[in-house]
């Protein structure tokens, strides 16, 4: 998925563990080492150039070059279709900034039990940045953030690009984006910007209190899963890709089928449309879209389409 830019313009509030959290451990620099495979594949049946581009969402400079599969899609594809339309990022980030928020007069405190309350506010401090042109920053308790939702506490405190040179300024998806811009070239989305939203925003309370409590039991996990998960991607290792998302499939799998199966299900007539226009098209979507039993290859496979892994 697209999230929004960790330092937005009106200075939004980073949230921090009070515990030290491992830095995502990133390879080597990629021009001293040879992949067999990349997470890029072609339709070879299709009417004209056909791209799927797994991307992973955070990356650091030294990721760059990438492999030549990725400039071979971007050179050949004169339409690009993301998860939903980056023209209307801005759109975007307002409608999920308010998707993350409670109704007012509410908050957490009626949404999660009182032990994960009590842990938050004893663990958790809020550090706002100082106003522009000041020095320094400010220290409050959680209680600042008690407005937000569980979902958005949980992905702040648990995205390895806060603690880490991987950014998603770096991310597979802007590269793309900004190449495609940049060459005047047609840009869409497979979602809308509300369906995009949704895929977050639209969580249950139970649910949401679960995606917390699942960041805040091992703090350090998420570093080393996302160092698992960029580790595949990087060797275009869709079995690594699809076991790394195993715990939350284990534990959670309505979520889990949330975030990937379901939309994929959604996904695969929009991207048969593309097919079937006849343009040189690249889809770049998150890379676990494109792995496992349930995945756009496999339910494009099931339709007809022949497709290879570059």
Known sequence: MF?????????LIALFLAVTLTPLAMDASPQSKKFPKCCVWRVTNAKAP?????????LSKKDYPLPKPYDVALKDSSRFVFEFDPSQHAEFQKKFAAAAKYPA??????????????????NMFTVIPGARGADGERLVSFDSQLRYKPWWVAQHLAAPASYSKASPSHGLDNYFVDHAMNLGKEISGLESVNEHVAVMGGLS???????????????????????????????????????GDQPLRSKAPRIAARFVDDRNVKW???????????????????????????????????????????
Do not use: C
């Not at 007069?105 to 004893?122: E, H, I, T, Y």
């Not at 917390?212 to 060797?235: C, F, H, I, N, T």
């Not at 676990?288 to 570059?310: K, M, N, T």
């Open 105 to 122: 007069g509410q908050d957490m405190r009626s949404k999660v039990s009182p032990q994960l309350l009590a842990w938050l506010r004893k």
């Open 3 to 11: 999230f929004p830019n960790r330092r937005a313009s009106h200075g």
């Open 205 to 243: 309370d139970r649910d949401s209190e679960f995606l917390l409590q699942d960041a805040v039991s091992q703090p350090d996990r998420a570093d080393k899963e996302s160092g698992r998960m960029y580790k595949a991607w990087r060797k275009g290792d869709t079995d690594a890709l699809w076991a």
């Open 50 to 58: 056909f791209y799927l581009v797994g991307s992973i969402h955070a």
């Open 268 to 310: 695969i007539p929009r991207i048969e449309a593309e097919l079937k226009s006849g343009k040189p098209t690249a889809v770049v979507a998150g890379a676990l879209h494109f792995s496992g039993p349930r995945s756009v290859i496999a339910l494009l496979q099931q339709r007809g389409y022949v497709i290879e892994q570059l």
